[in-house]
């Protein structure tokens, strides 16, 4: 029989022999936090190997995910498709083992982790899934959805901003059954962390509203097991096991320094710690018996198979709650979905309102979230502003099973925990705020985005035209950076039926996140037929026409498509022919065939003019050279939407000007 510090010992030396191999990574976190980790697998988690997707698991999240190499281990040891070749391709290209945690990349990676303390902050949104879906679901002896969401996290999640952000939120929604970990070896990057981190952490968190478990030994495997046995009995908060650790536990010269954070341990360390840790066994060399020990694969499936029996009765006793709940982990979207969300655009169509896109989008969430429950929205305290509201949302302070958070002022908390929502599953997350506000988010929408994650985000106040709160307020890059950014579709609306249809489209699609670009001011609604209207979803379409070969074609988004219309027209009133593409998505638009891109944007057609309120380097990819940008080169002013779209040139004679100078070339 072996002892538990050797079996977590088959973590720490599976971890410097792939680091070594690799020659880069970090050591330091899986050998410091092996104890824990060995107590939490095989004894604490719910989980099954041979099912890693299995919907009522444990969610693992490592937010330290330099550390990779510890979960790795515990993938392999434990029974997933994780090889031990697998272990020693780590860091190499393509393989199941990256640098950092990859969703998608290796079975049992539950969330893409390693910008420092997101992973926190998925995990809150995994926890806040888990209670809200069991509130929905579960009934009297049929608890379906039961689970924990375990993290573990380092000194450097915790100096994060965000983690201020999102623990905060988690105390106010007592979050009882999410439990973390801190590693507190009292090392970073640079050394000590006493020189430049000296938060009192216990106070920290119990001003949150958190069950603190201070001094626990890190190394010590009872006192490990004794404290997750305290967390699990606080049902009413979440709670933090602070964990006093070595990084580089095992290593004779490197543990408790820097020096074995984020570098191989060197041969003549890895023998050292070899001999300190008696471990008798080659490189990659794990014997049967530490495997056998290790092996979750029968309980994993004991622990399915418990499941299904219970849900059989669930679904003979409840059949239409039992229906809806495999409908929403299975992600798919309710049977006349389609039909639906295609009447409503059409209806539309046929009673115009010039509203504003904000006031659109609130539309278009009260009609769809009358047949798609899953939605759960939030905004970073501006819901007025945001409109992110309708009558059916409901908090989930008020009620657990609601469908509507309040964020208060955490744009970057946010935006990760609802990335934490979609992944958990059984949900459609949409999040708001000012577009100016995305550079707080920023990092969390880029991880959305690499992580394909199924979010949406509403970004209201789009341009110079929300007015007189100014510069600080009035986004002027921040629409190109998005479009920029690989996986995001990104829609700026010109009227209500655009704006459903960028809506539909959100959620049509199978994964990937979504920003919706939308304006403050009321946009009138544009003239369309059936065919027009259905062209919408190809990111781009024919809006007028001169119907003869053409001599210029503009291109317009959002609120400034009216007038370039109206200018448009004046041209062609010279004897000019002329084309009106309104283009609400470039993204989706560049995905099309090329017969369809050539029909709307035409290669031959070199005169091109583009008018966006928004920075205008971003249109030279659809106007070329010689084409004309109207659109932003400086930042805004403060000062009402009629007189800033005229500074800046944003009118209808300013683009009949110009375009009279295009056409004499």
Known sequence: MFKKRELANAIRILSIDAVQNAKSGHPGMPMGMADIAEVLWRNF??????????????????????GSMLLYSLLHLTGYDVSIDDIKNFRKIDSKTPGHPEIGETPGVEITTGPLGQGLANAVGMAIAERTLSSYFNRPNYNIVDHYTWVFVGDGCLME????????????????????????????????????????????????????IDQVDGHDANAIQNSIEKAKSIQNQPSIIICNTIIGFGS???SGTADSHGAPLGDEEINLTRKALNWKYLPFEIPDKIYHAWNCVKKGLELE?????????????????AIEYLRRIKRQLPKKWTTKTQDYILNLQNNPQNIASRSASQNTIEKFSEFLPELIGGSADLSP??????????????????????????EFGMTAIANGISHHGGFIPYTATFLMFVEYARNAVRMAALMNTKHIFVYTHDSIGLGEDGPTHQPIEQLANLRMTPNIDVWRPSDQVETAVAWKHAIDKKSGPTALILSRQNLFQ???NNAQVKNIC??????????????????????????????????????????VVSMPSNNVFDRQNIHYKESILPSYVTKRIAVEASIKDFWYKYVGMEGLIIGMEKFGKSASEEVLFKKFGFTVDNIVHQSKILLKY
């Open 305 to 321: 198979e418990n499941w299904n029996k219970n849900f059989n009765l669930y679904q003979s006793q409840y059949p239409e709650l």
């Open 161 to 212: 901003g965000i983690s201020h952000e999102v623990c905060s939120l988690a105390g106010t929604l007592k979050l009882g059954k999410l439990i973390v970990f801190y590693d507190n070896n009292g090392i970073s990057i640079d050394g000590k962390i006493s020189n430049w981190f000296t938060d009192d952490t216990v106070m920290r968190f119990k001003s949150y509203n958190w069950h603190v």
């Open 538 to 579: 190809y990111g781009a379409y024919i809006l007028y026409d001169s119907n003869r070969p053409i001599d210029v074609i503009f291109i317009s988004t959002g609120s400034e498509l009216q007038i370039t219309l109206i200018a448009a027209k004046k041209i062609a009133s010279l004897g000019y022919s002329v084309r």
């Open 45 to 66: 988690l719910k989980h099954s190997p041979m099912n890693p997707n299995w919907c009522d698991r444990d969610r693992f999240v490592l937010s330290n995910g330099h």
């Open 252 to 254: 004779p010269n490197k």
């Open 526 to 528: 544009l003239p369309r």
């Open 385 to 410: 502003s945001n409109l992110t509201k309708c009558s059916r949302s409901s908090s989930i302070v008020e009620n657990f099973s609601g469908n509507y958070i309040h964020y208060g002022v955490r």
